[in-house]
């Protein structure tokens, strides 16, 4: 008896809502992050820099990293990742916001998004 082929290839979905209450403090740690990396050019950093120190939806997207939720994972490799960031309306008492919902509407993140792969 064969056993039937299965991908080793596996999707995680997240879909987190933070509450930003020191955007000072987050946009401050975008701009240190792009000072200490060094694989963007002077033209990206600077680009870069603009646009997380005039939207701090976009400074968290510099923060948050797909490969530091997997990364000590034993037996697994991140093979691309996407990721998103957007400022919202956020209301936890409407049922629009249950978890477990793919709600196809406007609260799915579409802006800034982030590919790596």
């Known amino acids: 008896m064969s056993t039937p082929e299965t991908s080793r290839f596996v999707r995680i979905r ?3 809502v933070l509450e930003i209450d020191d955007e000072e403090a987050v946009t401050g740690a975008a701009l240190q992050a792009l000072a200490d990396g060094s694989d963007l050019s002077g033209a990206e950093r600077a680009d870069s820099e603009r646009a997380v120190t005039e939207d701090t939806a976009e400074a968290l997207a510099h923060l948050v990293d797909p490969f ?3 990364g000590a994972v034993p037996g697994v490799e991140l093979r ?6 957007e400022q919202i309306d956020y209301d936890p008492d409407s049922p ?3 978890l477990d919902e793919d ?3 406007e609260n799915d993140p579409e ?3 982030m590919t790596v792969g």
């Not at 691309?80 to 960031?85: C, G, H, K, N």
Request: aromatic fraction near 10%.
């Open 68 to 70: 530091d939720l997997v």
């Open 14 to 16: 997240v879909d987190l």
């Open 96 to 98: 629009e916001w249950e």
């Open 111 to 113: 802006d800034d998004e």
């Open 80 to 85: 691309q990742a996407s990721w998103s960031s």
């Open 103 to 105: 709600d196809g509407g």
